[in-house]
């Protein structure tokens, strides 16, 4: 049977280069390669795309394309095809680099043998076959051990449970006294039991993490509020350990744009991490103001007089189940994977968290969340120049129930279907289902800002009307719905006025609007 031959797309602009490589195939078996020729880097990406190329020899010096910038577009443009790249000798060491990019091989004009050059491209293909398996049997083994710890967090939830609340009965004297040495063990037995708890939580949440599935609701969060209860829910521990837990908080700091539950998973763990690797009677201390580098955003940092980190250590203890030695502190447990589920959970809110660190002299971790602001979030309705009067009008939503509220766990969950079910009722891209302001009353109440006249703000409503009422979830959780509108006065920018001053003018009409409302359902709810 006849080899299939090898399709070889070579980019080149040099007419001389190119017969060079030409020649250089004269001597292997007739039709072993099939050698296609392109001079520009847009002629190489239609091929590409197009499929049945095996292998690509592209020089780094195109007249549409240069330097690294020509390797992610041949990556782009097929990603599954192995890349040698053909450079001069000025150009080795950005050669060198383009292999951290992808690239299998790099070859200096002028210096490949005759004999090198088919057999360097049978080998880049082979590499890349190999890695290309080898990439995919580890993404099916993550699969298969993410799926397993999920399944067995869950299935060690139930009886962990049963343990923790016999033991809790038999402290609580619930079955009887017990002599000093009972209670002595079994609070021994409760920490580790409270230890293990923790640790099928973050593996319960790390699968969360990879597939894609923690859930996080953007509303209008007080930080103030966050870091009140970390410090509570640390206190104990701290105290364990004769560690001095304080916090510093600047006056009147504006709410974030993040998930309150998040916010609080996130100070919980860092606060946690930093009380364990603190020796005894060393100093945790939690402080949040306004980032100076970038107003904004909130900056939040956790700093402690622990063992510190490594310099080589700073990146690296973000990884999944990574953890740093530590000599200092006796009671560092757990599976590495708390920093992992931090640095997902900062990202995906718009943050970023980093370490400084001094190994022996503590380490401090930084966080930044972006600030609630209402002149960002009405931005993209007000992209243009709006020269002429616009209006606006509010829409709003209000839920409740008729039974009361399960818990906070349900009406998070019955909150966030909601607002789906808002966000497919608007009418236009530029209106904005508003972040979530207020949770404190016995009703949900939801604000949308609409770019519509009052007869625009009705067809809102009765759109809104009918999807609630036609809702079966609604219906079985015994919840009730009212939808109303207020239209604002018509607002236009003035010709001295800039866009920032504009806008600010903008959201506090708006805010003035939403404190009148919400105030009033605060009275009619008692």
Excluded at 173 to 190: C, D, K, M, S
Excluded at 214 to 226: F, G, H
Aim: charge should be negative; proline fraction near 4%; charged fraction near 25%.
């Amino acid at each position: 049977m006849k080899d299939k031959a090898l399709q070889v797309l070579v980019v080149e602009d040099n007419a001389g280069d190119v017969r060079l490589l030409r020649e250089m195939f004269s001597g292997e078996k007739a039709g072993a390669f099939e050698i296609t020729h392109l001079l520009r880097m847009s002629e190489a990406e239609v091929h590409l795309a197009k499929g049945g190329v095996d292998i690509t020899l592209l020089d780094m010096g195109l007249p549409d394309g240069h330097g690294l910038e020509t390797v992610r577009r041949a990556h782009a443009a097929s990603p599954n095809v192995p890349l040698i790249i053909l450079t001069g000798l000025d150009d080795e060491a950005l050669a060198a680099e383009a292999m951290t990019q992808g690239a299998q091989d790099y070859m200096i004009k002028g210096q490949i043998e005759s004999r090198a050059l088919p057999r360097a491209l049978r080998h880049a293909i082979e590499r890349h076959r190999m890695q290309t398996e080898t990439d995919l049997i580890r993404a099916h083994q993550m699969q298969f051990k993410d799926e397993f710890l999920s399944h067995v967090s869950h299935e060690l939830r139930s009886p962990l449970t049963a343990v923790r609340q016999f033991v809790g009965i038999l402290l609580d004297g619930l079955a009887g006294e017990l002599n000093a040495e009972q209670r002595e063990y079994l609070e021994i037995v409760l920490r580790n039991v409270k230890q293990l708890h923790s640790m099928i939580n973050d593996l319960f949440e790390v699968s969360g993490v990879q597939a894609g599935k923690l859930k996080i609701e953007l509303q209008s969060t007080s930080v103030s509020d966050a870091l009140g209860y970390a410090i509570n829910t640390l206190q104990g521990a701290a105290e364990t350990k004769g560690i001095i837990l304080s916090s510093d908080i600047e006056d009147k700091l504006p709410p974030v744009y993040a998930d309150p539950a998040r916010v609080r998973q996130i100070l919980i763990i860092l606060g946690d991490n930093a009380i364990k690797f603190t020796p005894q009677n060393g100093t945790v201390k939690i402080q949040t103001r306004v980032f100076e580098q970038d107003p904004g955003f909130l900056l939040l940092e956790v700093s402690d007089s622990g063992c510190g980190i490594d310099p080589d250590m700073r990146e690296r203890i973000f990884e999944r189940l990574f953890q740093a030695s530590d000599t200092a502190s006796s009671d560092h447990n757990g599976l590495g994977l708390g920093l992992y589920i931090c640095k997902d959970l900062v990202t995906r809110q718009g943050g970023r968290i980093w370490a400084n660190s001094t190994p022996g002299q503590g380490s401090v971790f930084s966080v930044t969340f972006p600030i609630c602001s209402l002149p960002k979030l009405l931005a993209p309705a007000f992209s243009e120049e709006v020269h002429a009067e616009r209006p606006i009008t509010l829409v709003l939503t209000e839920i409740g129930s008729q039974t009361g509220w399960l818990s906070n766990e349900v009406r998070a969950d019955q909150c966030r279907g909601i607002r789906e079910l808002l966000r497919g009722s608007l009418y236009s891209d530029l209106d904005i289902l508003l972040p979530k302001m207020d949770s404190a009353g016995p009703a949900e109440l939801f604000l949308i800002l609409a770019i519509t006249d009052g007869i625009g703000g009705e067809a809102i409503c009765k759109r809104i009307r009918r999807q609630l009422d036609s809702s079966d979830r609604l219906k079985q959780a015994g919840l009730t719905h009212s939808t109303s509108y207020r239209s604002l006065k018509p607002i236009k920018q003035n010709s001295t006025e800039s866009k920032e001053e504009f806008l600010e003018r903008v959201a506090t009409d708006i805010q003035e609007v939403m404190n009148e409302e919400i105030s009033a359902r605060q009275v009619l709810n008692g």
